[in-house]
């Protein structure tokens, strides 16, 4: 073999190394592992910069990390900071109804799971919702000559990076990347996060915490929590919660590299005054969430009681069960078909019945528009006398709780 053909064979080889495995070299398992790091970073660039800093400003970010999470996106997925900021804001603002840009209640969650990423796509030529909710998102010169007048150069970058470090496979890591995003925050989030799941509380719309563990999606798992307080810049809730992307961005507290605004409120409370006052109403109010969460756990109780004492006969334990499930839940919220076993459950428990009752009464104290404060305060007072005179041991011990509440 002369010395063209060993330099011929030497390249070929090379050619065919690089094309195998990039220039790291990289084994299938690491290649694995590197994808998942580098599309985790996609999610928490996510959740933290453009779900809670740039749509709710729930927290400040520092230019560094901010341009940093900017970057990374326009690389991995090439989506423009307005145009996400702008429809995440919208649907907000229109959740559940008609202009709701991506809502399974609306479009139906095969849609939504499916095609969500073409839902987004439709929305973002919408110069209207762009106009109205896409203020305050990056105006520099960088945004309008890069990001966004060239949103599809940062994914081809990155499909010949990926190409040029993993070689073929790297097609496969690029293909991944690209489908992370639509996949879970489009599909699951979007979708599924509005239409299967549980609800700590109840908020005005469909929302549903997928997993109380957020970390495969940053911690966007717990969409009810977010919807119920979204200027929140922790989703997490209660103690078996576990929201990531908080985690991160209290790493970067402790930097100096983000400034968390708010986190979700606690109902605090003291000694039980004789009576509630104005200020008892103040601190319902402003945790009427979590007051309601309270009163659903001791409509969910009261509904196991009398199940223990339905046992032996079936249909009136199918009924109960069903009162267990829906009673706690706003009417709106309460499917059509179920409506007449909680009104049979009703008739023949006179417990449940007042409770659901009192329930709709304490609820009103939010809800109305015209009273006055001291007219609220009245009625509050006059709801703990009726529900402590009730008989019913858990309205009696609610009540008693409620009148310890302060804000």
């Given at each position: ?42 999610i928490a660039s996510v959740t933290i910069y453009l779900h ?123 293909a991944v990347q690209m489908i992370w995003i639509p996949l ?11 239409y299967w799941g549980y609800r700590n509380f109840e908020a ?204």
């Open positions: 073999m002369n010395i063209f053909e060993n330099v011929w064979s030497t390249g070929w080889d090379a050619l065919v190394h690089f094309v195998q495995h990039g220039l790291t070299g990289a084994s299938w398992w690491q290649i694995v592992l590197v994808t998942l790091v580098l599309t985790h970073i996609t809670r800093h740039s749509a709710h400003r729930a927290l400040d970010l520092h230019p560094i990390p901010a341009h940093f999470f900017r970057f990374w996106l326009w690389m991995t997925t090439g989506m423009v900071t307005k145009q996400w900021t702008a429809i995440h804001r919208k649907h907000h603002a229109k959740c559940e109804r008609e202009e709701d840009p991506h809502s399974p209640q609306i479009y139906g969650i095969k849609k939504v799971f499916w095609e969500g990423a073409e839902l987004y796509r439709a929305e973002a030529k919408n110069a209207e919702t762009m106009a109205r909710y896409g203020h305050g998102t990056p105006d520099d010169w960088i945004e309008r000559n890069l990001y966004t007048k060239h949103s599809a150069l940062g994914v081809s970058l990155m499909l010949i990076i990926n190409v040029a470090l993993f070689g073929a496979l790297g097609l496969t890591v690029w879970w925050a489009a599909g699951v989030i979007n979708g599924i996060g509005h005005v719309d469909a929302s549903t915490n997928v997993s109380p563990w957020g970390i495969i999606v940053g911690g966007e798992e717990l969409h009810n929590n977010h919807h119920t307080y979204p200027t929140s810049a922790k989703f997490s809730v209660k103690p078996y919660e576990f929201d990531i992307g908080w985690m991160y961005i209290r790493g970067l507290q402790a930097l100096g590299l983000a400034h968390p605004k708010k986190v979700p409120p606690r109902l605090a409370f003291g000694d039980v005054k004789p009576v509630a006052d104005e200020k008892t109403l103040e601190a319902i109010i402003a945790n009427r969430y979590e007051v309601m969460a309270g009163y659903a756990a001791e409509l969910r109780a009261a509904c196991q009681r009398e199940l223990q004492g339905v046992k032996s006969r079936s249909a009136d334990v199918a009924l109960v069960k069903a009162a267990q499930r829906w009673l706690h839940r706003d009417d709106d919220k309460v499917p059509a078909n179920v409506k007449p076993q909680l009104a049979q459950v009703l008739a023949q428990s006179p417990v449940l019945d007042k409770m659901v009752t009192m329930r709709e009464e304490l609820r009103a104290l939010w809800s109305s528009t015209n009273a006055t404060r001291e007219q609220l305060a009245a009625d509050l007072q006059a709801w703990c006398r009726r529900a402590e005179e009730s008989g019913i041991a858990a309205l009696r011990d609610f009540s008693i709780k409620l009148r310890s509440a302060h804000a």
